[in-house]
Each structure stands twice: as structure tokens, then as C-alpha cells.
Antibody, heavy 121, light 107 residues
């Protein structure tokens, strides 16, 4: 069965850094591009970043560009999100999600349960 | 940046039909995907590429897309369909994925 499990969330002060991880299982992780999508409390979904299957290409939402980095270790089926210079408005549940390669590469066909990040002084 | 708009909420009685619009400039030229998110859960893809259902999604879910509006239709709504629904597109111009603000369906 396909699983995505995020970890690394927590409470952090503004300006600090945090690293999120997402472990994939039940599928060939190295064959799929992966997203990070976030959801602020009581708000809608916001796309954050995408990394291609081979890790060579990455794109970011304007709100996080220059502060967040997405990476992956295909040997360990793990996705990462390095978040620097965190702001209060980065407070959200962060979901890792799989590119729907098998149906439409611009869709998302699998989501993790998310990990909560709270940025507060 | 490309923007999608959705109504905040839609109310529907059990057994009736719910229509959830998603509007954007020349949206009909893009592929629209729809996600269902129940309270406290991760999103679930219910429609991809305008009108296609992934495996396991009930037939009562359907979609269309033309002009500036895509529509998710839930026919014969059931109580389990109460959730937030988000449309999503890929904007090749900005090289960004974009979500609509979401519509809460109340049954």
C-alpha cells in the first residue's frame, strides 16, 4: 500500500529554520516527482514546491522562493523541505504529495497526513 | 499570477445535485483537477483532467470545463460527501501550481 509520512514539524521562532521530511513507501519513489503543499489553520491549500523525480529540477511558490529548499534522497525514498528565515505566515500543516504521473503529471494523486509547523515568538 | 475563484460554500440536501464552479481566465484551455478534503484529513483527488475519475471514486462525481468555468458535479449527494472541494491547475506561464480557495459543501 502506498504511504507518505511527514515528520519534522514543530514550534519555532520567527527567523529560525526547520527541516521537514517525508518518507515514501509502497511505490517506486525515484520514479515520481514530489510536491510540498501547505494549509494554514482554517485556510485553503497552497502549493509550496515541486521537485522532479531525478531531483535535478525544482520550482517554488513566490511566497517561499529564496527561503525554502526542496530536495530528495531516492536511495532512502525520502523527500525534504528545508525552511529558513521562517515567518509567522509560514504557520501551516505541510503535506508532501506525489505527482500523478500515471494519470496526469499536473495532478496530485497521493497525499501524506501532514506535519504541523507553528512559527511564533 | 494566475487566480482561481470558487464560492465559499454550497448547501445541498441528501439525494440532490451539488454543482461547484471554479473560475479562471481561459480556464477551458487548461486541465483542471479537483480534490476533496474532509475535516482533519488529507486531500483526495476526485477528478483529474477536467472530467476523469481516479480508480475508486464513485460515479456520482463528474466534471466539465469550458470557457472560463470548470464545474465539479456531485449527483445524488450523500452525507459522506460533506467536505471542502478545491480545484487546481498548472499555470505554464508562471510555472506554478495553483489551487482555488475551496468550496465547503454542506449536506
Amino acid at each position: 500500500q502506498v504511504h507518505l509520512v511527514e515528520s519534522g514539524g514543530g514550534a519555532v521562532q520567527p527567523g529560525r529554520s526547520l527541516r521537514l521530511s517525508c518518507a515514501g513507501s509502497g511505490f517506486t519513489f525515484s520514479s515520481y516527482g514530489m510536491h510540498w503543499v501547505r494549509q494554514a489553520p482554517g485556510k485553503g491549500l497552497e502549493w509550496v514546491a515541486l521537485i522532479w523525480a531525478d531531483g535535478n529540477s525544482k520550482i517554488f511558490a513566490d511566497a517561499v522562493k529564496g527561503r525554502f529548499t526542496i530536495s530528495r534522497d531516492n536511495s532512502k525514498s525520502t523527500l525534504f523541505l528545508e525552511m529558513n528565515s521562517l515567518r509567522v505566515e509560514d504557520t501551516a500543516t505541510y503535506f508532501c504529495a506525489r505527482v500523478g504521473v500515471d494519470i496526469d503529471v499536473n495532478s496530485i494523486d497521493m497525499w501524506g497526513l501532514g506535519t504541523k509547523v507553528t512559527v511564533s515568538s | 499570477s494566475y487566480e482561481l475563484t470558487q464560492p465559499l460554500s454550497v448547501s445541498v440536501a441528501v439525494g440532490q445535485t451539488a454543482s461547484i464552479p471554479c473560475e479562471g481566465y481561459k480556464l477551458g484551455t487548461k486541465n483542471v483537477h479537483w480534490y476533496q478534503q474532509k475535516a482533519g484529513q488529507a486531500p483526495l483527488l476526485v477528478i483529474y483532467r477536467d472530467k476523469n475519475r481516479p480508480s475508486g471514486i464513485p460515479e456520482r462525481f463528474s466534471g466539465s470545463n469550458s470557457g472560463n468555468t470548470a464545474t465539479l458535479t456531485i449527483s445524488g449527494v450523500q452525507g459522506v460527501d460533506e467536505a471542502a472541494y478545491y480545484c487546481q491547475v498548472w499555470d505554464g506561464k508562471t510555472v506554478h501550481h495553483v489551487f482555488g480557495p475551496g468550496t465547503t459543501v454542506t449536506v
